[in-house]
């Protein structure tokens, strides 16, 4: 995930007073929305927090804008005034724009932000929507990013329906988030069939914070963002879609990926292929 634009790059305010948390104190992710114009900045909604509600400093973790661009809030380790009583056991990050407006780079901005965080803690948060968490009655984050939410977050093709496949990214640019190979040192996503190393997802293990097939649905939907056409009824992944589970659909996807790449074909997924999809830029 890239940085977020720093507290005083956006001209952020000094807080009047933080308290941190401890990162076993995490136990989720919640997601709001400014409900004003897209046009606002960090920096208005914090005037208007700390003047008009007096309030510390500005209530949410992270912010994002319809560009995709994070801004640091409170950051990870101050808790924030986004979702009483859920202030100190929820991150709060903010889309900063009115329902329907979230767009697919915010959407990608956002899920970066909850895998950073599980990442960071060291398990799977809980994914969450101001609205739906108790003693908050409110339509926030409105109804486009609360059904999103619900779905568990999704970015690219999670395996849905078809549709037209995404425009291919320019040459020598690297899209997405960043994401480091999750298994550990001699481990791959292969069949079920191989050894304990072979990592298949049919068993649901968990490697830093998230399961295999999330894991495995993250390298492949990564490869959708580089311009590939992945998803049921797509050319990759046409029958199951996306769903996280090694087969012959994700053998034929990675051999296809890893000839492109120049890489050994071999149809495993480990850590030289993961990294070609996620640090390598598109040729």
């Known amino acids: 995930m890239s940085s977020p634009v720093s ?10 007073g933080r308290t941190t948390v401890a990162w076993s104190r995490r136990t989720g992710f919640t997601v709001h929305y400014s409900a004003g114009p897209a ?69 990608a901005s956002i899920r970066s932000l909850y895998d950073e ?44 329906g078809g549709g037209a496949p995404a425009p291919s990214p320019g040459a020598g640019t690297l899209p997405g988030p960043r994401f480091d190979f999750p298994l550990p040192a001699g481990h791959y996503f292969g069949p079920a069939s191989g050894p304990d190393q072979s990592v298949s997802g049919a068993f649901r293990r968990t490697f830093r914070g998230r399961t295999d097939r999330e894991w495995l649905r993250e390298w492949a939907t990564q490869l959708g963002r580089r311009g590939w056409s992945v998803g049921r009824g797509r050319t990759h992944l046409a029958r199951h879609g996306n769903d996280g589970v090694y087969g012959p659909e994700y053998r034929a996807l990675a051999r296809a990926f890893q000839r492109s790449q120049g890489l050994t074909v071999d149809g495993l997924i480990g850590r030289e292929t993961w990294d070609e999809a996620f640090h390598a830029p598109v040729t």
């Not at 409170?74 to 329902?99: E, K, L, M, Q």
Request: net charge positive.
């Open 7 to 16: 507290r005083s790059a956006w001209g952020a305010r000094s807080p009047r």
């Open 39 to 107: 046009s606002q900045t960090p920096r208005r909604i914090q005037d208007f927090h700390m003047d008009g509600n007096g309030w510390a400093d500005i209530g949410y973790n992270f912010l994002v804008d319809r560009s995709g661009t994070v801004y640091e809030g409170r950051g990870w380790t101050v808790a924030g005034a986004h979702a009483a009583p859920h202030n100190t056991s929820h991150i709060g990050v903010c889309f900063i724009g009115r329902d329907g407006d979230a767009t697919p780079a915010a959407k």
């Open 117 to 160: 965080a599980c990442r960071r803690s060291g398990r799977t948060l809980a994914r969450t929507w101001h609205g739906g968490l108790s003693g908050n009655s409110t339509e926030c984050p409105g109804a486009d990013l609360r059904a999103w939410v619900r779905a568990g977050m999704p970015v690219g093709d999670g395996g849905g």
